[in-house]
C-alpha cells in the first residue's frame, strides 16, 4: 500500500469556523490531490499539486484553498465550513502525469460542518 | 454536465456468475480509463485500467471492454466472489492535463454467496 495518511480522518465542526485537512506522503510522489466524495457525484476533484508550491484548481474548488511547502505535505483548508462541505475528503497521489496515471488513495477524512 | 457516467448505482449478482458494471463518457479527449474498487471506510483502491488505444484489457478475473464509438466501457468480473462487493468507480483521464481524472458516480456491487 502507498504510504499515505490523512489526518484528521474524523471532524465534526460548526458552521463559519476554519478546517484545516492534512494530507502526508512518504512516496516522495509529485501529484497530489484532494477529492471529495458525496452520494451521486462520485469523487470530484477540488485542488491538486504537481509540485511544492504548484498547485491549480479542480472542478470544485470554491471555498476551499491548499498549500503545498513541502513534498510530502498536502494541506487542504476551508475558510470558513459550511453544511455543504460536509463530505468524505480523501488525499490522492500520482508518480508522474505519464503512463497510466494511476492515483493512490488515502484512508479518508469524514468532515461533517453543522 | 457530468463527462463520466455509471447509469447503474446498484447491481446485484450470485457467486460464481459474472458481474457487468457499465460506464458512459462524453469527452473525446479521454485517453486513458481506470477503474477503482472502493470498501467501505477505505479509500479508493486502484483495479484496472485501459489505453484509448486499446479494446480490451485483461488482469485475472477482471477485463475491461472499450467502445470508442459508443464511447462505453464495461468492466467484467469472472467469476464474481463476495469479496468483490463492493462500490466500482470508473475514471477517465485526459491527455496531458496534469493527469487529473474525472469521476462516475459509482455502482455498488453486491455478490450473493
Known amino acids: 500500500d502507498a504510504g499515505i495518511t490523512q489526518s484528521p480522518r474524523h471532524k465534526v465542526t460548526e458552521t463559519g469556523t476554519p478546517v484545516t485537512l492534512r494530507c502526508h506522503q512518504t512516496?516522495?510522489?509529485?501529484?497530489m490531490y484532494w477529492y471529495r466524495q458525496d452520494p451521486g457525484h462520485g469523487l470530484r476533484l477540488i485542488h491538486y499539486s504537481y509540485g511544492v508550491k504548484d498547485t491549480d484548481k479542480g472542478e470544485v474548488s470554491d471555498g476551499y484553498s491548499v498549500s503545498r511547502s513541502k513534498t510530502e505535505d498536502f494541506l487542504l483548508t476551508l475558510e470558513s465550513a459550511t453544511s455543504s462541505q460536509t463530505s468524505v475528503y480523501f488525499c490522492?497521489?500520482?508518480?508522474?502525469?505519464?503512463?497510466?496515471?494511476?492515483?493512490?488513495f488515502g484512508p479518508g477524512t469524514r468532515l461533517t460542518v453543522t | 454536465d457530468q463527462q463520466v457516467k455509471q447509469n447503474s448505482p446498484s447491481l446485484s449478482v450470485q457467486e460464481g456468475r459474472i458481474s457487468i458494471l457499465n460506464c458512459d463518457y462524453t469527452n473525446s479527449m479521454f485517453d486513458y480509463f481506470l477503474w477503482y474498487k472502493k470498501y467501505p471506510a477505505e479509500g479508493p483502491t486502484f483495479l484496472i485500467s485501459i489505453s484509448s488505444i486499446k479494446d480490451k484489457n485483461e488482469d485475472g478475473r477482471f477485463t475491461v471492454f472499450l467502445n470508442k464509438s459508443a464511447k462505453h466501457l464495461s468492466l467484467h468480473i469472472v467469476p464474481s466472489q463476495p469479496g468483490d462487493s463492493a462500490v466500482y468507480f470508473c475514471?477517465?483521464?485526459?491527455?496531458?492535463?496534469?493527469?487529473?481524472?474525472?469521476f462516475g458516480g459509482g455502482t455498488r456491487l453486491m455478490v450473493k454467496p
Open positions: 490522492a497521489i500520482s508518480e508522474s502525469g505519464q503512463g497510466i496515471g494511476e492515483q493512490y
Open positions: 475514471a477517465a483521464r485526459v491527455h496531458n492535463a496534469g493527469n487529473m481524472l474525472t
Open positions: 512516496e516522495n510522489h509529485r501529484y
